[in-house]
C-alpha cells in the first residue's frame, strides 16, 4: 500500500454526453464495478445530466455525483451560472474548481476559484481544486511556482477544520488530453511538493489526510506506476472516463493500489 488515504477516481467527463447518452454510461458503470468497493468513486457529468445520473445513482452506495464548475454566489442575477445549493439538492456531492479549461477558456482567477472553493465547503460539498503548470512554464522551470500559486490562491481563507474536505487534482496542462502523462516520477516530485505546501497550511495530520489526485492522460495501460507513488492518491480521469471499462479498470488500479 503506497498510503493510508483512501483513494479516489473521479471522471470528469467535459463537455461529453447529452442527458440520455449519461444515463447509458452510468448504468454500463454501476454495472461493471458491481459492488466494488474500497476507493471511492466520483462521476461528473454535465450539468444537464444530473437529475437523471442521481436517480440512477440513487441505489447505488459507491458511487458519488460530481459537477464541473458553479457559481460562488447563493443566487442572483448571473444569467447561465449554477449555485451550491442547486447542486446539492441533485444529491452532488463534488465539484470540480480551477480546471484548467475554465482558467484558460473562461479566464477564472485564483481569486475568484477561491471564492467558489469556499462557497462550495461552506455548502458542504467537496470541492476538487485543479493546480498545473502549462508546457512553456514548466519548460521556463517554473512548474513548482505555478503549482504554489494556484493551490495556496485557492486555499485562501479555508479553516482547517475544514481543509480535510478538500481534494486537489495537480493535473500538468501540457498531458491533457495529449496523450502524454508525467511519468510517475515527474508527478510524485510536484505531489510531493504539494503535500509539503498543505502541511505547512494546515498542519501536519490535516495536510497528510487531503488527497491529491494526478489528472492528464491517465488511463489503465500508465495508472498502476502513478498510484504507486506515495503522494498520487487517486486520478481525475477524463477520456478515459467515458468508457465504462477504461473507468473501472483504473478503478481496479487504485484498489490494488491501496490493498
Ligand atoms: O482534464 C482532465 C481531467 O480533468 C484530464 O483529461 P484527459 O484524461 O482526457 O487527459
Not at 95 to 124: C, M, P, Q, W
Not at 157 to 180: D, F, L, S
Not at 192 to 209: S, Y
Request: with cysteine; aromatic share 4%; glycine share 10%.
Amino acid at each position: 500500500m503506497a498510503n493510508t488515504r483512501k483513494y479516489l477516481i473521479a471522471g470528469n467527463w467535459k463537455m461529453n454526453k447529452t442527458a440520455a447518452d449519461a444515463e447509458e454510461l452510468i448504468k454500463s458503470i454501476v454495472l461493471e464495478l458491481g459492488d466494488k468497493n474500497g476507493v471511492g468513486v466520483v462521476v461528473c457529468p454535465p450539468f444537464t445530466s444530473l437529475e437523471s445520473s442521481a436517480k440512477v445513482l440513487s441505489e447505488v452506495s459507491n458511487v458519488q455525483l460530481g459537477a464541473q464548475n458553479m457559481h460562488a454566489k447563493p443566487s442572483g442575477a448571473y444569467t447561465g451560472e449554477i449555485s451550491a445549493a442547486m447542486l446539492r439538492q441533485l444529491y452532488v456531492s463534488h465539484v470540480i474548481l480551477g480546471h484548467s479549461e475554465r482558467r484558460e477558456y473562461f479566464k477564472e482567477t485564483d481569486e475568484e476559484i477561491n471564492e467558489k472553493v469556499l462557497a462550495a465547503l461552506e455548502s458542504n460539498l467537496k470541492p476538487i481544486l485543479c493546480v498545473g503548470e502549462k508546457l512553456d512554464e514548466r519548460e521556463a522551470g517554473n512548474t513548482l511556482k505555478v503549482v504554489e500559486t494556484q493551490l495556496l490562491g485557492g486555499l485562501v481563507n479555508i479553516p482547517t477544520e475544514k481543509a480535510e474536505q478538500v481534494v486537489i487534482a495537480y493535473e500538468p496542462v501540457w498531458a491533457i488530453g495529449t496523450g502524454k502523462t508525467a511519468t510517475p516520477e515527474m508527478a510524485q516530485e510536484v505531489h510531493g511538493v504539494i503535500r509539503v505546501l498543505l502541511r505547512d497550511r494546515f498542519g501536519k495530520a490535516t495536510g497528510d489526510k487531503i488527497r491529491i489526485l494526478y489528472g492528464g492522460s491517465m488511463k489503465p495501460e500508465n495508472a498502476d506506476g502513478l498510484l504507486a507513488k506515495p503522494d498520487i492518491d487517486g486520478g481525475l480521469i477524463g477520456g478515459a472516463s467515458l468508457d465504462a471499462k477504461s473507468f473501472v479498470k483504473l478503478v481496479e488500479s487504485a484498489a490494488k493500489a491501496g490493498a
